[in-house]
């Protein structure tokens, strides 16, 4: 038996328990994982009040770190003892001991990297990848703006852009802290909401908008012509704003949505090659990286609330002993 966090209603981390169930079994191409860290993403809280309606019980989670413990007879990458980080986003289930998980999700974690690190930044960093490369390409020179810039994806896609040739990227916060530490995360110029919403004019070719809420409908007006706007989320859960369809045909713009999880579950061999360079990219420190707090799994229920309140300024990461 291992232990793992479970969400038996809809009624948040308050109501999460941290529980016995049977160990995994690995198919024959799965990897089991001995969890050190589990990455906590805002959505994993979400999930755990009604976001998606996933089926009860379930276990969130979406990307793990930790050393392999065993592996199906056609795992030929991997062995026993390997340090590896590993998406879990594929059915979820990080939030527990043991995972076991297809080989193509699991990338190795070079000696010197640090498994938490490994864990808080390998979704994010991979969703920034591809969305840049692949949903809403960025060309080199070309303008990026992004909200929640201090965030774990909105850090990411800020200097994934950057890293890919952008000439301009610009951030929005809502706090002089977090404008303060977007400004050392690299960005060219960073707003506060406010500020943006009522006095730039600024243009951009992506604007992506992990937030959602009032300002999602005005992106439009902070486009240039043929400029996307990228909805990857909506951490605020306001409403969404009604959106004219006749403002893309008449401005020559698009807008795309992007899911991460998805496109895992059908582009298996992509994600994989995706999860090396993003574990390269980090290794070589050629992104800064959020800062990370580490919390007992047993202490879970409070760290997730204090995250959802919008109390931790970095990346959560459960840790089991
Ligand atoms: N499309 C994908 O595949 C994909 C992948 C990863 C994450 N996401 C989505 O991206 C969003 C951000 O996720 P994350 O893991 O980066 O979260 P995070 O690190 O907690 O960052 C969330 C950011 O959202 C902003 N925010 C605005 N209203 C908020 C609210 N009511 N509660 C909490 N945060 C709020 C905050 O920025 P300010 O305070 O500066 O506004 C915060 O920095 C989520 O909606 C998540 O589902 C999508």
């Not at 704003?241 to 949505?257: E, Q």
């Amino acid at each position: 038996m291992m232990k793992a966090l479970l969400v038996n209603d809809y009624n948040g981390p308050e109501t999460m328990q941290y529980t016995e169930i049977e160990n995994p079994a690995p198919k024959d191409n799965e990897v089991v994982i001995q969890v050190q860290y589990s990455g906590v993403g805002l959505v994993d809280i979400l999930f755990s009040r009604g976001f998606g309606q996933r089926k009860l019980p379930f276990i969130p989670g979406l990307e793990v770190s930790g050393t392999v413990k065993n592996v199906g007879k056609n795992v030929e990458k991997f062995k026993k003892g390997d340090r590896v980080a590993a998406l879990t986003i594929n059915g979820l289930k990080g939030f527990a001991e043991l995972v076991s998980v297809g080989e193509d999700y699991v990338v190795k974690v070079p000696d010197e990297l640090d498994l938490g690190i490994a864990a808080g930044t390998l979704t994010n960093t991979a969703t920034a990848l591809v969305l840049l490369k692949e949903i809403t390409p960025i060309h080199v020179g070309g303008s990026l703006l992004v909200y929640g810039a201090t965030g774990g994806l909105g850090s990411q896609v800020g200097q994934i852009a950057k890293l890919l040739g952008a000439q301009k990227v610009v951030g929005v916060v809502s706090t002089e802290s977090k404008k303060v530490k977007a400004e050392q995360l690299g960005f060219d110029h960073v707003y506060l909401q406010e500020e943006f919403l009522n006095s730039s004019n600024e243009l951009f070719d992506i604007v992506v908008d992990p937030i959602g809420g009032k300002q999602r409908k005005l992106n439009l007006d902070r486009l240039n012509p043929y400029g996307s706007l990228a909805i990857v989320g909506n951490a605020s859960q306001e409403e969404l704003a009604d959106i004219n369809p006749d403002t893309l045909w008449l401005k020559n713009l698009s807008i795309t949505g992007f899911n991460f999880g998805m496109y895992t579950s059908q582009y298996t061999k992509r994600v994989n090659k995706y999860l090396e360079w993003a574990i390269q990219l980090i290794y070589q420190k050629q992104l800064d990286l959020p800062t990370v707090y580490k919390t007992p799994i047993s202490e879970a229920s409070e760290s997730l609330i204090k995250l959802e309140n919008g109390e931790i300024n970095g990346k959560l990461l459960l840790e089991y002993h």
